[in-house]
C-alpha cells in the first residue's frame, strides 16, 4: 500500500465461494472500501435491520471507526458503522483478519489523521488564545470524547505514523483532563495577559491595579462574580476590565454592556470611562433605559414613559385619590374599617417573648394603637378597644377606680377599660385555661391580683366584666364581650361610617395606606405572579389577603390608566424587554455584559441579566460573558426589591461561574476594618470575606461616646452636645496632624433617619464653628458609594425611631418582596457596616445608653477593639446594664424629675411604667446585679446598700419600732390583698456578692 493507487483484495472463504463466482469479496483502496457483487445466487451484502441489501462503495470518511474482523465457522466477518447504519459482510478468507487488518487501520487512519491533527490544533489555540470558558470546555470534551472513542482502544496495538501517533499522545491528554489541568491552562493564559497588558495595567488608573483586580479584570467565564469589599476599587475594575477587552482586541466598544443601579451611577461610569480610557465609545445604560431600548427595536418606535416613572409623589397622590374615591363605596369601607380594626397590624402573642420588656419592644417599635389613638398593652386590648369604638361606646382606657385604694407605695388601681355611661368596668387578663400566664409574669403574684381585684368589686359593689386571653386567641373575645354587655343593657350606636373615616385621617392612616398601596404597585407587577401564585402567597395568610382585596381595584385602575394614556411604567419596561428577549424577537447584541452594584439587583432584573446572556446562544452564538461586581456585606435595598441570594447563590441561578475577590481596601484602616468585618460577618448566610487594609494603624479607630441627651456640661467637658463633644475632640485630632492633610478633612453625619442629622440651619452653624472640616449629612443608605475623612454615627437608639429598627414589614408588602433571612437583622447589621466603612481614618458613635441600640451593646460588652475611653462618661452611662429594669427587665432606668423628686423610671414607659427612688444617701441609681438579695449604690464613693424582699422580691424600706430598726416590705398593705409583710432584722444582713 506505498503507492496511492495500490489496491487489495479480500478474498471469499470457501463457504463464500459456494455461492460466489467471483474469488474476492471486497476491494480496499485509499479512498475507501468496495463490495464486490457476484453473478449466482449470493451477492457480497450486508446486513441493517435484519435485510439484505445490495451495496456499492463508501469511503473510508464514512466509516466511523475501522472496520472490524471477526473470526467464524464459515469465515471471517467484517463489521463496520458508517451514517449511523450497521454493516457486515460475512464469509471473508480465513486469513482476512491476519493478512488484512493492520492495512484497513492503516487506511482508515490516514483518511481521517487531518480531522485528528484539526482538533489537536483548534484545542491547542483555544486553550491559549484566551480565558477557557466553562462551556467551551464543555463542548470541547464532547468533541474529544467524540474523537477519542474513534481511535480508542484499537489504535493502541496498532502500527501508525509518528505524526498520527503523536496526534493520538495529545488526544489522550485532552480526554483525561481534570479539574486541575483545566486551572492550569487557565493560569497559564491569565499569566500570559497579565504580562502583555501589564503596561495598561500600571496607567489604566491613578494607581497601577493590584494583582487581583488585573486578574479580574482577565478572568473571562461564561458568568463572572466579583465579590468587592467596602473601599477595595470595583470601579477601578468595571473600568480595566472594558479596556482591557477592547486593547487585546477581544470586544469592539459596541460588544460591551455596561449596566449600572441608577442614572446617577451610569453617568458616573460614563465620566469615568471617558476620563481613564479616552472614549465615548463604551456607555453605561441603566436597566430601565436597556429596556427601552429593546422595546423601541422591537416595536420600531419608543415607547411612552408614564410622567409618574421620574415623579414619585405624583404617583403617590394618583394613588391616595383613587383610594378615597373607592371609600365613598360603602362595600369598600366596610372593608377599609374591618381591615384597619382586626388587620392592620402584626399580632404576636405574649407567649412567644421570653421577657416582658421584649414584648413591650415589640409593642413600642410597632407603635401598637387604637382607633383612638391610645397605645395599648395587648392585642386583646386592642381588638376590645376598637371593638367598643366603632359600636360608639363611651371608653376609658385604664381610667382611675372611682374609690382611692392608692397607699403610700402602691398607686391608684386602674382597669384596663370603664364605660361610665353604665358604670362597668373591664378587666383583660393574660392567661391560658389553665390560669397560666406568659413566662415572664410571676404567675402565683399575678393570680393573687386578679383575686384581689375580683374582691375589691365585690366589696365595693361595683361591675366588672372580665375577659381572658384564651378567648382571643380562639376568637371569642368580641363574642363573650357583646355576650356580657347584655347584662348590663349596655346600647350599641355604631360611629356613622364619616366618624370613623375622620379619626383614621385625623391618625394618617388612610395616607399611610395609599403610601403602601403606591409602593405595592411596582413590587406586584415586578413579581408577576399569576392566580395560582397569590393564593400561595395568601395561603393561611388572612391579613394578607384582606390587604390585598383593598389594593386590587386600585390595581385595575392604574393599570387601565397607563393603558389609555398608551404609557408603560418601570415594571413594563423590565417586563415587556424580558418577554421580547424569552420569545426571540430580540437576540443581545452584546458579547459581554457588565452589571455594576450586582447586590442590589432585584430578581426581574437578574432574570433580564440571564435572558440577555441566553439569547444570543439561542441563536447558535455561544460567546457571551456575563460579569457581575457586587459585595453581599453591602447589601441593604431589600425594600426596593433587592435580593441578597442572587449574590450569595449566584451559581444556583446563573449556572457555573468564576468567582473572584477584591480583599484589599484603600479607604479604612485596619482597625476600622477589624470591627465592621468582625460585626457584619456574624450572618453566617454571607459569603466569608478577608478584607485587609492597605492602611495600618495601631490604636482602635472606633470611637464611643456614651452621653445622654439630657446630661449637662461639666468641668471636663464644656459641651452639653454630644455632636459638638465629637467635632472638638476632632478638631483637636486634626490640628495635631494639619502638616499631613493637604485639604480640609470631610466629615459626614450619619443616621439611619435623615430627621436624627442636623437640619440645615443646624448644619450651617455646625460649619461656621468647625470651618476647618468640609461637613455633610447624610442617612445610612445615601452614604453607600460615599467615603469621608472621618464619620460621626447618631441616632444609635431603641424604639419605634430605633436601629436596628425592629418595626414589622406590612405582610402584604413583605409578600411581595424577596424572601428575608433567617437571621435577626441581617440587613440592619449590614447597614451599619456600611456606616462604619465610609470613614478612612476614624469613626465616631454617639451613643445614650440607656435607650441605646443593642449593635452599641454588642461592641461594647463581645469585645470588639473600640475605643471607650476617649470621652468621660457619667455613672448611668458606664453602667448602664447593671440598672435594667427589675419588671420588665430588657428597659433600662433613666433618671427623670418629678415634680417635687427626682427618680429612675424604665426606657419603655409607658408601657412599662415601673420606677424607683434613688439612693436614699446620694440619689444615685442603684442596681441588684452586685449581691445576692440587695441593692447597692453604684457610686463606688457611697456604696448605701438596702435589702430586697426575698418573698415578694420588692424593695424594702428601714422602718423604725418599738423594739429598734427593721428592713420592712414596701409591698405592706396591712389587711389589703395582697400585701406582703415580710420584715428582716437589721442584725442579720449579710449580703453575699453576685459570682
Known sequence: MSSENSVSFIPHSWFGHLYQRDVNAIKLTQEGITFIPGHGQFLARFRHNNKQLIIGQLSWQQLDHPPLFSASLLGNLLSFNAAGTHYQIPFLSYFAKSHFKQQVELLWALSHQKSLCDLILRVEKATSSRYLRQSLVDKMRARIEREYFRWFPWSEGAELPANIRTALTQLHDFYHWNKADIERLRESYIQSQLLAFAGFFDHVESNPLTNKQRRACIIDDDSNLLLAGAGTGKTSVMVGRAGYLVNSGQAQANDILLLAYGKKAAMEMDLRIKHKLGSDDIKASTFHSLGLKIIADVEGVKPSLSAWVNDEPAKDKWVHDRLEVLIKNESYRKQLFDYFSRYYYVEKSPFEFSTQGEYFEYLNDNDIRSLKGERVKSFGELHIANWLFTNGIEYQYEAKYEFDVSTVDFRQYQADFYLPEYEVYIEYYGIDEA???????????????????????HQRQTNCIE???????KSQLINKLEQALTVFKVNYSPLPDEAILATLYELGRVTELAKLFSQLIGLYKAACIDEAGLEKVFANATQTRKAF???QPILQQYQQYLSAHGDIDFEDMIAKALA???SGQYVSPWQYIMVDEFQDISEPRARLVRALRD???KKGNSDTSLFCVGDDWQAIYRFSGADVRLTTQFKRYFGHASETYLDLTFRFNNRIGEVASAFVSKNPHQLNKDIHSLVQVAKPAVSILRRGTNEGATKDEPSNNALEQVLNALSVRVTQAVDKLKAKPTVYLLARFWFQLPDKDMLRQLTAKYPMFVIECLSFHASKGKEADYVVIMGMTQGIHGFPSKKITPPLLDAFLPKAENFEFAEE???????????KHRVYVIADMTNVSPFIVEL????????QQEFSTSLVQSLFEQINCVRCTTGILKPRVGKFTSFFSCSHFPLCDHKEAGCDECGSPMTRKRFVGF???LNDSCAHMAPICNVCGSEMSLRESARGAFWGCKNYRGNNVPSCSNTINTAKISPQQVQ
Do not use: G
Open 435 to 457: 390560669n397560666n400566664t406568659v413566662p415572664f409574669i410571676d404567675q402565683a403574684a399575678y393570680l393573687t391580683s386578679m383575686e384581689w381585684k375580683r374582691q375589691l368589686h
Open 860 to 867: 461594647i460588652q463581645q469585645d470588639y477593639a473600640v475605643e
Open 829 to 839: 447589621r449590614r447597614l451599619f457596616y456600611v456606616a462604619l466603612t465610609r470613614a
Open 935 to 937: 441593692k447597692v449604690c
Open 467 to 473: 375577659l381572658f386571653y384564651y378567648q382571643h386567641k
Open 615 to 617: 439569547s444570543r446562544t
Open 580 to 582: 421580547y428577549l424569552q
Open 549 to 551: 382585596e383593598l389594593l
